[in-house]
């Protein structure tokens, strides 16, 4: 069996104590999971369970108090600067804000172009036309390559992310909330375009929500999550259809029917 491209194993994350919290947060518990190339794990939970915790993690953002994350077979834990901003560029992230995850004196053209100019793959012969095939990428209309974020909407902003985050050919994205923040009328279009981008470059993907529902659409597997440990996880249907937690079952029937979505 081929190895998986992340691997987490009993991370942990603690906050310590600061200012008023006079006791440190164990926000994960010696979590471990796995995402094989190509395929998409959700992290499912409740608001406070560890869910960013563990991205942060995951994108060494912050680094973990304890376990271990492979990428690639390797292990991120103990690699330095610079060699991590190399193996970084194969772990992309979006957040759940698309208006703060753009700078906002950048236009479209300079914030998808920056990841390349920054990784001194820039070439003003070729990179104006690579920026456009990202931008085709995610269904924008070249169009916007002159706005700034103001001038676009939450929908696009996040689509102008999610170009960023390709820029860099990565092989996994780290997806923490990246619907949330939508407008309820722009959300499935912006999940199946991570569904068709997973098919068309076979990119795998940690898709981090709190909307089990939502999760059976886009997800192979889910590991739920609650206070900073998996209390259950399985193939997509089978957590959805047939969950075995009680937490699981809680999730399940607080949240909305989600409408027109690619079923997997
Ligand atoms: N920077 C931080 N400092 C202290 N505690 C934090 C910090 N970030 C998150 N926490 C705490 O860690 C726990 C998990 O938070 P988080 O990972 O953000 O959960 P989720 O993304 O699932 O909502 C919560 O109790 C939260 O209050
Ligand atoms: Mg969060």
């Known amino acids: 069996m081929t190895a998986p491209l ?3 194993r009993d991370l ?4 310590p104590a600061r200012g008023r919290r006079t006791s440190p947060v164990l926000a994960v518990d010696r979590i471990s ?8 794990l959700a992290l499912v939970g409740e608001s406070g369970s560890g869910k960013s915790s563990t991205a942060a993690a995951v994108l060494m953002l912050r680094k973990p108090e304890g376990g271990s994350v492979r990428f690639g077979g390797r292990e991120l834990t103990t690699v330095e600067e610079p060699e991590l901003r190399t193996l970084r560029r194969g772990f992309q ?3 759940q804000d698309p208006y703060g995850s753009l700078s906002p004196r950048k236009t479209v053209f300079d914030a998808v172009a920056e990841p390349l100019r920054v990784q001194c793959r820039w070439d003003s012969a070729t990179g104006p036309a690579r920026v456009a095939e990202l931008l085709d990428l995610v269904h924008l209309d070249r169009s916007v390559v002159r706005r700034l974020p103001h001038e676009l909407s939450g929908g696009q902003c996040q689509r102008v992310g999610i170009a960023r985050a390709l820029a860099s050919e990565p092989r996994l994205l780290v997806l923490d909330e990246p619907v949330s923040a939508l407008d309820p009328s722009v959300r499935a279009g912006v999940i199946n375009l991570f569904t068709e981008l997973q098919d068309s470059l076979g990119l795998a993907q940690l898709f981090i929500c709190h909307d089990l529902a939502l999760v059976r659409h886009v997800a192979h597997r889910v590991a739920v999550l609650h206070r900073g440990r998996i209390v259950e996880s399985g193939p997509a249907r089978q957590v959805c259809d047939a969950p075995t937690h009680d937490y699981t ?3 399940l029937s607080s949240v909305p029917d989600p409408d027109r979505l690619t079923a997997r």
């Open 12 to 15: 942990v994350v603690r906050y």
């Open 93 to 95: 992230p979006v957040f």
């Open 33 to 40: 999971f796995t995402v094989a190339a190509g395929e998409t």
């Open 6 to 8: 992340l691997e987490v």
């Open 249 to 251: 079952r809680e999730l």
